[in-house]
């Protein structure tokens, strides 16, 4: 029996049948009739010499031997398309896709998006705000932001700044609450994004570092940085805030650090891309525009003591 390969075209209307189950639906989906579909279906078996599909009364369903080829037909096709799109991408130098996390896409990159705009009007960004890992060829991304303290095997990895985390609340409150140990007293916002760092980055660890002996556990949590920032932003309480989400805020005086300690936390954000691609125009451009306004407020981290 010859190994060589059945037609393409008869390969992707096997493909559509067997996900819909249905010859009518898989026609609709390629444009072609359901008597186009089904020969090109019947030359695959006669290719095969085995029945794909069980021909039934008002539905098909797959032979053994079609169970067998489903699984890789569509593995086949989802990964050509992939790599289809990513050769496309690579003559498009204009478009850039940037996957982040919400709380830095919110935080972070969407208050700074005038200035890039301004700096590089022939890029038209596009944001996938998520915490899902993405795949870069399958999802269609050109760069991904990513915080932890992982491994980036296979890509382009540049660690962003140094994270760390200290108390940051407004104004009005920071009269109220000068010093470490007025903190004990205070509403305190838990942040939980953030629970999956080891050692802890919390409260009782902050409290620790300042040599004052108290575990709180009681105030509003939130899943999400940014949320958490927000109530904080609302004069709810005092929050932990990361470097990255708060500085901006701090900059502009919407938040302050009354005490002037802050926990390293070992972990970073990271602008990440596939390798070979870093210096295509527009992933360039959006690196070194990050990393630009990254030193614009550089001056905050070297005002603290970091521990």
């Known amino acids: 029996m010859s190994d060589r390969l059945p037609p393409l075209t008869a390969l992707r209307a ?22 186009a579909l089904s020969f090109q279906i019947k030359s695959l078996e006669e290719h095969l010499g085995a029945p794909l599909f069980r021909r039934l ?22 990964t050509l398309g992939a790599a289809w799109r990513a050769a496309r991408r690579l003559q498009d130098e204009q478009t850039l896709t940037v996957t982040a996390g919400p709380a830095f896409t919110a935080k972070w990159l969407a208050p700074r998006l005038y200035e890039f705009a301004q700096l590089h009007p022939e890029v ?3 944001f996938s705000a998520s915490l899902r890992i993405m795949d870069f060829a399958r999802d269609g991304i050109d760069v991904a932001i990513r915080f932890g303290r992982g491994d980036d095997p296979g890509l382009y990895s540049l660690p962003l700044a140094e994270e760390w985390i200290a108390p940051v609340m407004t104004p009005a409150m920071a009269r109220q609450y000068p010093d470490a140990q007025s903190l004990t007293k205070a509403p305190l916002i838990f942040d939980d994004s953030i629970r999956f760092l080891d050692p802890p980055c919390d409260w009782p660890a902050w409290f620790r570092a300042m ?25 709810v309480g ?46 360039k451009a959006f690196r070194e525009w990050m990393l630009n306004e990254i030193g614009k407020t550089a001056y905050i981290t070297d005002e603290l003591t970091l521990v």
């Open 57 to 78: 009364n008002r539905a098909v369903e797959l032979t053994e031997a079609g169970a067998a080829l489903a699984p890789g037909a569509e593995d086949g096709f989802n």
């Open 211 to 235: 040599g004052i002996d108290y575990e709180p556990d009681h105030g509003p949590r939130f899943s999400q940085a940014d949320h958490a920032i927000d109530a904080a932003l609302a004069g």
């Open 238 to 283: 005092v929050v932990l805030g990361r470097r990255a989400l708060v500085v901006k805020d701090i900059a502009e005086g919407r938040l302050v650090m009354p005490c002037r300690t802050a926990i390293r936390t070992g972990a970073r954000f990271r602008f990440l891309c596939p390798k070979g691609t870093e210096d295509r125009p527009q992933v």
């Open 14 to 35: 096997f493909d559509a049948a067997a996900r819909h189950m249905s010859f009518a639906k898989a026609a609709e989906e390629l444009s072609v009739t359901p008597a």
């Open 124 to 126: 038209e960004l596009r």
